[in-house]
């Protein structure tokens, strides 16, 4: 969702001034006539985790004072703010302004909710909220996805759609798609406690691992999906691959 809510910069500074510019991973700096042109670049990487290895030994680092509940009909609109407000800081969000960050969120979620990221996964879904009735300061969101070589471009979409009974067959791959935390409740525990509930859903449906996929530049996001024992893949544009698929066609 990113690169439609990215703007195209154009910047009227000297060369000096562009070889100081600060720069984000999700853009590609050029400089001619006069000018530094920014354009949108968002790279994913694609990342997995081992189910049964990150249930065996005892959880650390979950919140346990935080409560979680099941996704409510009510939330696929209710989330959108705290959506908006987890992802402030990163891209594409943080270029945009509140109202039109709102809508972002509202599409993302409604991406979800009508499976164009791949069949929602209800029984893994969480909301998390301070105290019993509090109100919900994180949730997290899984989807399946096929289960094919996760590191190929082509694996993030069904060619086909799934059958109806995909879960129950233990078809695809579950992936998480999203999982955010109120930015004054971060560093709590609170993501750790999201992804624990939903690994024992996954566990408890048959599955044994779950894809996630985080955009270079999102820090937090990254080093969380390290700290929680995701083992990176293959990036699917790596020179490498390339060089070996070409030497395999010859
Ligand atoms: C990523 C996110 C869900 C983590 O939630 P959280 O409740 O802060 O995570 P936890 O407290 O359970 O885990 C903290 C661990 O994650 C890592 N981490 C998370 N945010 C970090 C940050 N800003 N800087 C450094 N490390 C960070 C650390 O390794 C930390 O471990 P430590 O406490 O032992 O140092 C949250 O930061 C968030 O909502 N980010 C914005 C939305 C987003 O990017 N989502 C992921 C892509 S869908």
Same mark, same amino acid.
């Given at each position: 969702?990113?690169?439609?809510?990215?703007?195209?910069?154009?910047?009227?500074i000297?060369?000096?001034?562009?070889?100081?510019?600060?720069?984000?991973?999700?853009?590609?700096?050029?400089?001619?006539?006069?000018?530094?042109?920014?354009s949108?670049?968002?790279?994913?990487?694609?990342?997995?985790?081992?189910?049964?290895? +990150?249930?065996? $030994? %005892?959880?650390?680092? @979950?919140?346990r004072?935080?409560?979680? !509940? /099941?996704?409510? &009909?009510?939330?696929?609109?209710?989330?959108?703010?705290?959506?908006?407000?987890?992802?402030?800081q990163q891209?594409?969000?943080?270029?945009?302004?509140?109202?039109?960050?709102?809508t972002?969120?509202?599409?993302?979620?409604?991406?979800?909710?009508?499976?164009?990221?791949?069949?929602?996964?209800?029984?893994a879904?969480?909301?998390?909220?301070?105290?019993?009735?509090?109100?919900?300061?994180?949730?997290?969101?899984?989807?399946?996805?096929?289960?094919?070589?996760?590191s190929?471009?082509h694996?993030?979409? +069904?060619?086909? $759609? %799934?059958?109806?009974? @995909?879960?129950?067959?233990?078809?695809? !791959? /579950?992936?998480? &798609?999203?999982?955010?935390?109120?930015?004054?409740?971060?560093?709590?525990?609170?993501?750790?406690?999201?992804?624990?509930?939903?690994?024992?859903?996954?566990?408890?449906?048959?599955?044994?691992?779950?894809?996630?996929?985080?955009?270079?530049?999102?820090d937090?996001?990254?080093?969380?999906?390290w700290?929680?024992?995701?083992?990176?893949?293959?990036?699917?544009?790596?020179?490498?691959?390339?060089?070996?698929?070409?030497?395999?066609?010859?």
């Amino acid at each position: 969702m990113c690169d439609e809510w990215m703007p195209y910069l154009q910047l009227p500074i000297t060369f000096a001034q562009f070889r100081q510019l600060p720069r984000n991973a999700a853009y590609k700096y050029e400089y001619y006539h006069g000018r530094a042109w920014l354009s949108p670049r968002p790279r994913y990487y694609h990342a997995l985790l081992d189910l049964e290895a +990150w249930a065996a $030994p %005892p959880l650390e680092g @979950a919140n346990r004072k935080v409560k979680l !509940r /099941p996704v409510q &009909t009510a939330d696929w609109e209710g989330l959108a703010p705290l959506f908006a407000a987890a992802f402030q800081q990163q891209q594409p969000f943080c270029g945009l302004d509140e109202e039109r960050a709102l809508t972002a969120a509202r599409q993302a979620l409604e991406h979800t909710r009508s499976g164009s990221d791949g069949p929602w996964i209800e029984q893994a879904s969480f909301v998390a909220v301070a105290g019993d009735a509090g109100p919900e300061i994180g949730a997290i969101l899984v989807t399946l996805l096929p289960d094919s070589d996760p590191s190929s471009w082509h694996s993030y979409h +069904w060619e086909e $759609p %799934p059958p109806p009974d @995909a879960l129950a067959r233990r078809r695809g !791959r /579950p992936h998480l &798609t999203w999982i955010f935390v109120s930015p004054f409740e971060t560093g709590q525990g609170v993501g750790t406690l999201l992804l624990s509930a939903a690994v024992h859903e996954l566990l408890a449906l048959g599955y044994k691992q779950l894809a996630s996929t985080f955009l270079i530049g999102n820090d937090s996001s990254m080093l969380w999906h390290w700290r929680n024992g995701f083992q990176l893949l293959a990036y699917p544009g790596s020179w490498r691959r390339r060089f070996e698929e070409m030497e395999e066609a010859t």
